[in-house]
Structures are given as C-alpha cells and as structure tokens.
C-alpha cells in the first residue's frame, strides 16, 4: 500500500506491466499461435490473430552504462516502436513487425558492438555474478571469466544450429552461487581451499561468537580456548565454504594464491523428458589466471567438444552424459577423476553405484 | 599494470564490461576493480548498515580496502516491471536520474531478478530513491525477507504460457510490498513464475516457490500442420518421449494423454502442431536453494495443480500459511526447503493443512521409521 510518509513516498510497488507491451502484444496477449527460429537471434512469433511479432535478441555485457541504455533505446524509438524488454540472462530483446525491420535493427546494434544471437540450439548468455567487481566473498572473478568464455565460444552464440540443443553456461564468483550454476550445463564456481585466518580483533569488534559457532555447518568453529570472545578453527574439519567469512569481517579466508575455479556440468531447469537435473563437479580447481583464464577456456572447450561429437540430437548436456554413463565421459574427456569426485557430504549414498552394472573404460 | 589488465578485457568480440565502466566514467571502480585482477583477490569488504528511511532492504552495502580511491560503491536494488518490458521513456528517465546521484552504471538485470544500479554513495541514496519513486520505482528485496519475484514474459508473446505470468507477478509485488522492504522471515523467500514447463525464469533450480504453468486434459494436435515437420522429427519425439505415450503410424500421430506427465518435450519439439490443452493451472513447487548447508535442493511438489485466476486467492492463502508456519519453526538462515527438510516433509504438510498425494515423491520410503501424531493411536 502506498504510503505518504514525512521522508517522501514509501512501498508504491512496481509501475503496471501494460503500458510497457508494444502494441502487437497487448492486442495478442495470451493469445499466440507458434514461433519459429527464423534465423540466429530472431523468433517468429505468429499470432491467432494472423499477426506476427519477430523477437530480435542481443548480448549485452553484464554492466551497461546510462549512455549505452540511451543508445540502445534510440534504437528502440526508430524499429521497435519505443518498446524493449530485457531477459533473465543479461540480455536485451527488440521487436520489429516485418523481417526488413528486423536487418535494419540487426544491422545497427552490431554496428555499435552488440552481438545478435543466443536462440534455438545456441550459447545462451552466459549469467555471471559481480566477482571481483563488487562483492567481497568473491573467489574467483566471474565478469572477465564469462568474457573469456564468450570469445573462445562466440560463434556458438551467433549461430542456432551447430550445437544438438542449447547450452547454459553460468558463472559465480563463491560457492554462494548467484547465478542458476547449480543447474546449468556448465557452470563454473570460484573455491577457496584453506580454512580461514582469524583476526582476533575484528572478531571481537565486529562478530557474535555464539552466531560464528552455530553458522559452521561443519562444527569446525568452537571460542577460542583462554580467549573466548574470539574463535578458533579446526583445520581438519574446515571445508572452506566461506559461510563464516560472509557473516565476520574477522575471519577473511580470501589466498591468492590458492583461490581458484571449479567446473560443473550437466545440470538443466526445464521439466523436458527426465526433468531438471543438478551440475556435477568435474575439475575440482583451476588457477585464477586473469585476464584470459587459457585453463578454464580450454577445459571448457574440451566439454564443449565432447557434447558436439557424442550428443544425440536435441539433448542437454547432462542428458547425453547420463546416457553414455559418467564413467565415459571421463574416459572420453580425459579429465582426471580424483577422490574430490565421491560425494562424501549428507546425500552421497545416493551417488554411489548399486548393482554391477557399468562400463569398463 | 593493473591499467593494462583492464584495456585486455576491453579487446575481442563480445561487448566488454569494462568498457561500459569506463564509459559511465566512473573511474573508482576501474581501479579497484583493476587492482583485484593485478593482485588476484576482491578489494571488496563487507557493507555497512545503509538504506533509505523506513525500508530495511533494497540496498546493498558496499565498501572496498582502497578508501582513498573508492570507499563505497552501495547498490539499489530496483524492482523491475514484469517479465522486464520497458519503455525507451521509462529507461531515460532512470538514466538520467542514474547520472545525476550514481555512477552511470547499470547491470540489466541481476540474478535476484531486479534492475540493479550499480555504485552510489552513502549520501546520495535517499535523493536518489526518491526521484525514483516519485516515477513509480520501488526497491527490491535484500536480506531475510520475501524477494523481489521473477516472472516469464509468459502471454505476452509465448504460445505456452498456460498462466499469466505478468500479471501474477505483478499481483504478488503489490501485496507483498511492504515484506518486500522489512526482513522478517528466517531467510530469503523467492518466488519465480514461468507459464510452462520449460520454467524459462529456472523456478525449479532457485525458487523458495516456484509456480510452472501446466495443464491436465488433452493435448491438441493438428494433424495437417504435423505435415509441415520432417518424419526424423516426429519420430524423435515419439522416441524420447519420456512416458512412451505417443504412437505415430500411416502419418497420424496418437497421444494417449492419460500417460502423458505433462513435459513438453513434444510441444516444444513441434509448436505449430501440438498444443496444450484447455484445463490450464499450475504446478507448485517447494524449496530449491542452490547452495544449502547440507547441500543444494531443486524444488519438490507441494501442489500439483492449482487453478490460477485472479484475483489468485488460493496462491495467497497458500504463500501465507507457507510463510506462517515457516515464520514459526524456521532457524536463521535456514531456507523453507531446508526447513521442511530438518522437520519432516510429512510432519509439515500435517501443519500446514496439505493433503499429501503420491505426486509429491518418486516413490514411498524404503526404511521403518516414522511417527504418529497425538490422537492418531488411542
Ligand atoms: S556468487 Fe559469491 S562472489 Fe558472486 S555475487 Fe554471489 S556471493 Fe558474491
Ligand atoms: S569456511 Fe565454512 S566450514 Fe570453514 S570454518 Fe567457515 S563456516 Fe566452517
Ligand atoms: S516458461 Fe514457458 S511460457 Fe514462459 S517464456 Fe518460457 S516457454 Fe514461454
Ligand atoms: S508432453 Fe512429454 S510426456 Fe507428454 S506426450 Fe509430449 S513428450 Fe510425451
């Protein structure tokens, strides 16, 4: 409810979505008919109505400033009638009513830099988090990841018809994962892998020893034996998580030099044949190498390359792994598997194979 | 060194961001950020306390190690329209209001759904909000409270959408409003809608409540436009089908609807051919988190099928029994997935008053151990 306030206007909500649908869409709201992918980055959508409304989809960097907001939008005044929308995946959207539109908008926003693309059996976005930009649990820098990972896969995002289905690729900075990387097709994580320092002073300043102890989800946080208004960690049961380092300034557990990367596949959102599917760890660390990151494009590449050679038609990532077994796709890859693969958390029994059934690679 | 590091992200194909800083002008960031890369380690540090008056959410706290470049870098948190449609007029005038009290820079849109401006200091938060808000811009959820919500563009142009989306989304910001800026729950609640199966806006992966648009009658073929798809496509889609249910001989294809779990493989496989049906609602899913405790949670069955029209009063009421019993019982920090999970899945549907039904699992328990409530046994 809104509220007039001595500070000014308070809880007013969210202007309504009506008057910001272009016409073709306000006048066929809920009522289309199909869509076809007419080519990389332009939907087709026809209405019951017989009208048609092309979707025209353009990368944009994860950070936009106000002048190309304005350059984008003077875009928008002369095709799209004023009207543009944006997509969960940092990505904008115009619309034109007619294909010549379409190249003129194509023609421009490339023009300024802006790649057109990204629909049907493409490299969607890639979701990546504020890393090193703007948070301090950051592991890893997820911006210039996704940026070295858009050059190395970039002509997967402008084209729609060179991988079996669409491929997801998200990137977060820490394990607190921003970011769908828990159920992407590819999803890279940034690590710690030593147990936090603790700063004694800042602890005690800034951090509730009771709260430290109960937020460990390992236990490995108990006061500190003849100072208990500080703490003190157990190394061996530490597992780096950062959980404590997110609520206490006190406890920094940011090493660079042994920071780094980890990289999941095979996870996926929608409820298509066998339904959604988590990301699995495959690399459990790679080096923060800035600006380029060559290990993690080249492991990248290698799984990209794996799912273009051995994926069936129309299937996720994770659907062709489960088919052939993951004991293939290790052999197939050749990445290394590594006791770090074997959940030993609280639902590993149900990863554990039973039965004798499986492939000898 | 670190100036060099910034001009190779400012090369290649793909739009770089650091351009776009560096276009905004905004030269504090550039050598924070720059000194992260050169040193392989964030400069950032936690957040104080900031905000504008009477909200206790929507901004987040920023401030670096480097004070003498850039000490804060706070960001608002914007609650975008549904499904993310704008005007270029709307988008202008946040520019401009952007560039008189922030940085210039923009993320369109963050991962918790929200228009986000990035980089503003302490000072300049309240001015700036309350331009915003004068236009109708509210801010979003921060902290433990009931999250900005997502919301697919659904009946806008999507022949799937079997919800409205957009206005379902729009309906849950207005009565949520003022939870939306007071944290009070034990932890974050999201709430994600996409009209269909395919959950375009990944309700299934992040969604404390995901509600998926789905329907329980027939899907409709067109035999005629059927023709218009190659025989390999058709035959692929009467292969994968999850539920073996579909049947495609002397060039006519069968679904035997009664198998069929509603996946949309086909559809999406054929969408001038098949549709969905009449009988259309949504399936209500529970507790995903990506990053739990004990692990990360895709959201489970708790309702599934729900009619969905507004004024949505059983979507509602059940948001508020969820969030009641969750208020009751939950721990700090503790996800409602996670919660249930810690309690029992049966004990909660008991309290909440949900009848369980054999779509909510895979299949019963394989172990002995469970509980009868008082009165159940004499
Ligand atoms: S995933 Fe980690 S590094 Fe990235 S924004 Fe979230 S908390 Fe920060
Ligand atoms: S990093 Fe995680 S496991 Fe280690 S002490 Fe902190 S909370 Fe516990
Ligand atoms: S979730 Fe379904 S209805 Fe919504 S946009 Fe995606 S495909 Fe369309
Ligand atoms: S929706 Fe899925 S289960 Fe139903 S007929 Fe199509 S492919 Fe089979």
């Known amino acids: 409810m809104v509220e007039e306030t001595p500070w000014g206007l308070r809880n007013v909500g969210v202007p309504h979505y009506e008057q910001f649908l272009h016409p073709v869409i306000k006048k066929n709201y809920g009522k289309w008919a199909y869509h076809e992918h007419v080519k990389p980055g332009v939907i087709k959508h026809v209405a019951e109505s017989g009208d048609v409304l092309y979707t025209i989809r353009v990368g944009l960097p994860k950070y936009v400033s106000t002048q190309t907001v304005r350059e984008l939008c003077d875009i928008a005044d002369k095709y799209s009638q004023g009207y543009i929308k944006f997509t969960s995946r940092h990505s904008a959207t115009f619309f034109a009513t007619d294909e010549e539109t379409v190249d003129k908008i194509i023609q421009e926003v490339e023009s300024k830099g802006f790649p057109v693309g990204g629909t049907d059996h493409s490299l969607k976005s890639i979701i990546n988090c504020v890393g090193w930009t703007h948070c301090h649990t950051a592991a890893t820098d997820s911006p210039s990841i996704a940026k070295a990972l858009y050059e190395a896969l970039y002509d997967y995002f402008k084209s729609y018809d060179k991988l079996p289905e669409r491929l997801k690729i998200a990137v977060s900075g820490c394990l607190n994962m921003c970011g769908a990387t828990h159920a992407s097709d590819i999803a890279i994580i940034g690590v710690h892998r030593k147990a936090p320092r603790v700063i004694d002073e800042d602890v005690k300043a800034f951090c509730s020893v009771p709260a430290l102890v109960k937020i460990c989800p390992k236990y490995a946080i108990r006061p500190k034996k003849g100072d208990p208004r500080s703490v003190e960690i157990d190394e061996e049961k530490c597992m780096y998580c950062g959980i404590c380092y997110g609520e206490c300034p006190g406890l920094p557990i940011h090493d660079p030099k042994n920071d780094g990367v980890s990289i999941w596949v095979g996870g996926k959102v929608p409820s298509t044949k066998k339904g959604p599917m988590n990301s699995r760890l495959v690399i459990p660390y790679l080096p923060n190498n800035p600006p380029h990151w060559p290990e993690v494009v080249d492991a990248v590449k290698k799984i990209v390359d794996f799912y273009v050679k051995y994926a069936e038609p129309d299937e996720r990532l994770g659907e062709t792994i489960e088919r ?30 039973k039965g004798v059934t499986f492939k000898h690679t | 060194m670190s100036e060099e590091i910034l001009k190779e992200l400012e090369k290649g194909k793909w739009p770089s ?71 270029t007029e709307a988008l202008r005038k946040i520019c401009d209001i952007w560039d008189k009290y922030g940085s210039g820079v923009i993320n369109f849109h963050g991962a918790t759904a929200n228009l986000q401006l990035v980089g503003i200091e302490t000072e300049k938060i309240e001015d700036c909000f309350n331009e915003l808000v004068k236009l109708g811009w509210d801010l979003g959820g921060s902290g433990p409270d009931f999250r900005t919500p997502a919301a697919c563009l659904g009946p806008a142009y999507c022949e799937f959408a079997m919800i409205d989306t957009l206005d379902i989304y729009h309906e849950i910001v207005m009565s949520y409003i003022e939870d939306i800026h007071l944290p009070m729950h034990p932890y974050k609640f999201k709430v994600k809608i996409s009209g269909c199966p395919n959950d375009c806006v990944a ?34 889609a009467v292969e994968r089908c999850p539920t073996q249910c579909m049947k495609y001989e002397n060039g006519k294809l069968e679904i035997n609807d009664e198998e069929c779990n509603k996946c949309m493989y086909c559809i999406n496989l054929m969408p001038k ?19 739990g405790r004990i692990g990360s949670f895709l959201g489970w069955v708790l309702i599934p099928f729900m009619k969905l029209e507004k004024p949505y009063k059983e ?25 249930i999970y810690r309690i029992g899945m049966g004990k909660f549907l008991r309290d909440v008053g949900i009848e369980p039904v054999p779509q909510m699992i895979y299949r019963p328990r394989a172990n002995p151990f469970w509980y009868y409530w008082p009165g159940e046994v004499e």
């Open chain 1, 324 to 353: 052939i077994g993951w004991e293939k796709f290790f052999k197939l890859t050749g990445i290394p598997f590594t006791d770090k693969h074997i959940d030993d958390y609280v639902f590993s029994y149900m990863e554990f194979r």
């Open chain 2, 17 to 87: 961001y650091v351009t776009e800083i560096r276009k905004a002008g905004y030269e504090g960031l550039l050598k924070v950020y720059g000194k992260a890369l050169e040193d392989k380690m964030t400069h950032f540090i936690h957040g104080g306390m900031v905000g504008v008056k009477g909200y206790d959410a929507g901004v987040i706290g920023r401030m670096t190690d480097m004070p003498d470049v850039m000490k804060t870098s706070h960001l608002l948190r914007v609650i975008p329209p549904a499904g993310w449609f704008y005007t």
């Open chain 2, 203 to 236: 309700g299934a992966a992040r969604a404390d409540l995901a509600i998926i648009g789905t329907w329980r009658d027939n899907i409709k073929i067109d035999q005629e436009k059927l023709k218009e798809y190659p025989e390999e496509v058709i035959k692929m």
């Open chain 2, 273 to 291: 051919a098949l549709r969905v049906g009449d009988d259309r609602g949504a399936t209500i899913l529970i507790g995903a988190r990506a990053r």
């Open chain 2, 315 to 339: 979507l509602k009421d059940l948001m508020k029994k969820l969030l009641d019993w969750w208020d009751e019982v939950g721990n700090p920090k503790e996800r409602i997935g996670e919660t």
